[in-house]
């Protein structure tokens, strides 16, 4: 029986909000298999005492389920994240650094929480009547200096949330399980914002992000944007061990916890702009503190 549009027992397809692409459900393998760890190795010429903490997090590999979700096809920007805090400025106060003397850290009044940095390096300014901007010429660049907790209250306060683990990985390895966000190929000065800086691999560039979507390798087939480089990306899960744990059934699996030490470690993923051309691989994980900030961390948005 062919069931025509609408009829009982069928659903309406998917439609992706503005600036996000669906991601359809599917199950596979999160994580790396030795085989691919060694690969990793020995691109770096070896792994040193430093890397390979980082690359056991990838292991074991697991096969998990993720349902259909949406997520955004850019890293939140400057301008959006401004705009929020301007929305949230009746519980927006602002603390002062203890060190240099100026009111920096951006906090919840009513919960304390820490939720930006108004660091001189950063990409927001408050301006004379109170009200946040991006800098000039900074509006379309990927939000940094931002905590977990300003991540993720942005993500509810636009309707959506951060992604899991899961999530991510699937929307940047994708069910083929691919090396990279784009594919096979090794990440090009020229096509990802990463190595800049101190970096041996892209060091006449510019040390800082770019304007995000302007990376014409970094981009999945799908049309997902910068998750290879320019800013790492903060996620869901906390970071409750160095390496991943069974979960049973794994379905819509996050990592949420027993103890006040795991909340205090949240898991980022993908590389940034400063980050070695392994980061930019798709299984990488890294962790930092909820209440902390990074000039190469930033984050996007999922929504079901």
Known sequence: VTMRPGARGSKPPLRALPGMVIVEGARFGMGSTPEEVAAACAELGGCDEAV?????????????TVST??????????????????????????REDSDE???????????????????????????????????????????????????????RHVGKRLPTEAEWELAAR??????????????????????????????????????????????????IHDMGGNVGEWVEDRFTSPTYVDCGACRDPVARGTSAADDDLRMFRGGNFKSPAY??????????????????LGFRCVAR
């Not at 890293?75 to 959006?80: K, L, S």
């Open 279 to 296: 980061v930019a691989r798709t299984t990488t994980r890294s962790r930092w503190k909820r209440d902390a900030v990074g000039d190469g």
């Open 174 to 223: 994708g069910v083929e399980r691919r090396r990279f966000p784009w594919g096979g190929e090794a990440p090009r000065c020229d096509g990802v914002r990463f190595g800049r800086g101190n970096s041996p691999r892209c060091p006449a560039m510019v040390g800082e992000p770019t304007a995000v979507g302007t990376s014409s390798q970094d981009v999945t087939a799908s049309g």
């Open 101 to 155: 003397h100026y009111p920096r850290f951006v906090v919840d009044e009513v919960t304390r929480q820490t939720l930006f940095d108004l660091y001189v390096d950063g990409g927001i300014e408050r301006r004379a009547d109170g009200t946040f901007a991006a800098k000039a010429g900074k509006d379309d660049l990927p939000v940094i200096q931002v905590t977990w907790d300003g991540a993720s209250r942005y993500c």
């Open 69 to 94: 979700f949406q997520i955004d096809i850019h890293e939140v920007t400057n301008r959006e994240f401004s705009a929020f805090l301007n929305a949230n400025s009746s519980v927006i106060g602002l």
């Open 52 to 64: 390979k903490p980082q690359l056991a997090r990838e292991s074991p590999v697991r096969q998990v």
